[in-house]
């Protein structure tokens, strides 16, 4: 062939290629990209299970504790004082001074009412005895006072010297527990008081507290309480009984004025004890709601659930009774699916 006849033929070659490229691509099925998938993997999603401890607001009703007013067992200035407020009256300790005399508070199963002398005995003079044994004295808790009692009772009021033939009832300050925490003081520094007038104001107790209105729906099972960063377990009944629930509880209800019958509104924090696991699904895949129930479609078809919580277009639900959540549910099911 002339060289001339050179870009004819190349012109038929390549004329023919595209001819058969044309062919092969009408003729030849295109496989179907792997993102895409079958039309149920399209339309499905897979259930996700979390941990729920279905935390619901609840109200209680407060009854904080009357307070305790300490008043002075002695007459005369006051010369001493370490109260403050917001401080503590721990008992063995001297808070106030009167005419430069110390005072001891003391707790005591039975108020310190009379003036003891040596040989006196009863039921009170017991009581100052186990006190003081619990203070580190060696003293009996025979209901007798001794020299070693009065003895024990000067040391604490810094007046070891003094005459331990008889003690005064001026000199001990009777508290209602151990450490009490003082919310006033009205015993100032030069302040003449007659023998039963206040000296200090104590917290005394927590009072009691129960949830009085809580969500009807609740998840069942052994729940908890929460005030601020305090947490604890709460009976059936709603009845609080840890101390320091309690007193978070008191505290919260300080600031709200009671009703008529003296209970203070507090709202506080419900939540399960133990997490229960809830499967994530989108509010799409619901159908047939009706109050807290609806239905998804798995793949074996519908199963009802139960609706506990949804945010940010995130439903939770559990499965109905006796039944179990699908792996995977459609995300947009017929809206006219029941469960059966």
């Known amino acids: 062939m002339s060289k001339a006849g050179w870009p004819v033929l190349s012109v038929l070659v390549i004329g023919a290629a595209a001819l058969g490229a044309c062919i092969a691509f009408l003729v030849l099925p295109v496989p179907k990209p792997a993102a895409v998938g079958s039309p149920a993997m399209l339309g499905t999603i897979e259930v996700v299970n979390r941990g729920f401890t279905d935390e619901r607001p609840v109200t209680l009703h407060a009854f904080p504790a009357e307070p305790t007013i300490l008043t002075s067992p002695a007459s005369g200035r006051i010369t001493a004082t370490t109260c403050r407020k917001d401080s503590t009256i721990t008992s063995g300790s001297a808070p106030f001074s009167v005419n430069g005399r110390a005072i001891v508070a003391l707790k005591t199963a039975v108020p310190l009412w009379r003036e003891l002398a040596v040989g006196d005995s009863g039921s009170d003079v017991r009581a100052l005895q186990e006190e003081l044994q619990r203070l580190g004295f060696s003293v009996a808790a025979d209901g007798t006072l001794g020299n070693t009692g009065i003895g024990a009772v000067n040391t604490l009021r810094g007046a070891p010297e003094d005459d331990t033939s008889s003690l005064l009832a001026a000199d001990v300050l009777w508290i209602p527990d151990v450490t009490n925490q003082v919310l006033e003081c009205s015993g100032e520094l030069g302040r003449f008081v007659a023998a039963g007038d206040p000296l200090a104001t104590l917290r005394s107790g927590d009072g009691s507290a129960a949830v009085v209105d809580s969500p009807s729906n609740l998840i069942p099972g052994p729940r908890a309480l929460r005030i601020g960063e305090v947490s604890a377990p709460v009976s059936d009944d709603g009845r609080v009984t840890d101390e320091k629930l309690l007193r978070a ?22 939540l399960l004890l133990e997490p229960v696991t809830v ?13 807290d129930r609806a239905c998804v479609v798995g793949p074996d078809g519908p199963a009802q659930v139960r609706l506990v919580s949804s945010q940010l277009g995130e439903t939770y639900v559990l499965p109905s009774l006796h039944g179990e959540l699908p792996a995977r549910v459609e995300i947009q099911p017929d809206q006219t699916t029941t469960c059966g």
């Open 279 to 291: 499967g994530v699904v989108p509010a799409s895949a619901l159908v047939a709601i009706e109050g």
């Open 249 to 270: 509880i008191s505290e919260a209800a300080g600031a709200v004025d009671p009703d008529a019958s003296g209970a203070r509104a507090v709202v506080a924090a419900s």
